[in-house]
C-alpha cells in the first residue's frame, strides 16, 4: 500500500497550490480520502474528506471551507486538494490519508501517505 504526496512548496499570503496523492496497494473507490495537516507544535487534524464511491458526500473543516476544494479520480487513483487564498496559518504539513468513512476523529485511518510541507509567507 502506498500513499504518495506530492504539489506542497513556498507560496505567498493569498497565493494558491494543488497537492496530489497518488494511491496503490488497495481497493481505491472503496476508500474515503482525507487532508490531514500538521503545524509545528500542534495536533494533526483533518482538513478535508472525499467519502468513498459510495457515498461522494465531502467534509472540510472550518478553516478552510471556501478556499479548499478536495476532489478525486477513481479511474487514476488520485486525490487532489485544491488550496486557493493561502494564509500564513496553512503553514503545516499535509497527508493524505485512507479510511472506510470520513466520519469523525474516532474513524481509524487505515493507511497514511509520508507528507507534503505547505509553506505560506506572509
Known amino acids: 500500500v502506498q500513499l504518495v504526496e506530492s504539489g506542497g512548496g513556498l507560496v505567498q499570503a493569498g497565493g494558491s497550490l494543488r497537492l496530489s496523492c497518488a494511491a496503490s496497494?488497495?481497493?481505491?473507490?472503496?476508500?474515503?480520502m482525507s487532508w490531514f495537516r500538521q503545524a509545528p507544535g500542534k495536533e494533526r487534524e483533518r482538513v478535508s474528506c472525499?467519502?468513498?464511491?459510495?457515498?461522494?458526500?465531502?467534509w472540510y473543516a472550518d478553516s478552510v471551507k471556501g478556499r479548499f476544494t478536495i476532489s478525486r479520480d477513481n479511474t487514476k487513483r488520485m486525490v487532489y486538494l485544491q488550496m486557493n487564498r493561502l494564509k500564513p496559518e496553512d503553514t503545516a504539513v499535509y497527508y493524505c490519508?485512507?479510511?472506510?468513512?470520513?466520519?469523525?476523529?474516532?474513524?481509524?485511518?487505515?493507511?497514511w501517505g509520508q507528507g507534503t510541507q505547505v509553506t505560506v509567507s506572509s
Open positions: 490519508a485512507a479510511a472506510r468513512i470520513c466520519g469523525g476523529d474516532g474513524v481509524p485511518i487505515d493507511y
Open positions: 496497494g488497495f481497493s481505491f473507490g472503496d476508500y474515503a
Open positions: 472525499f467519502n468513498n464511491m459510495y457515498d461522494t458526500r465531502l
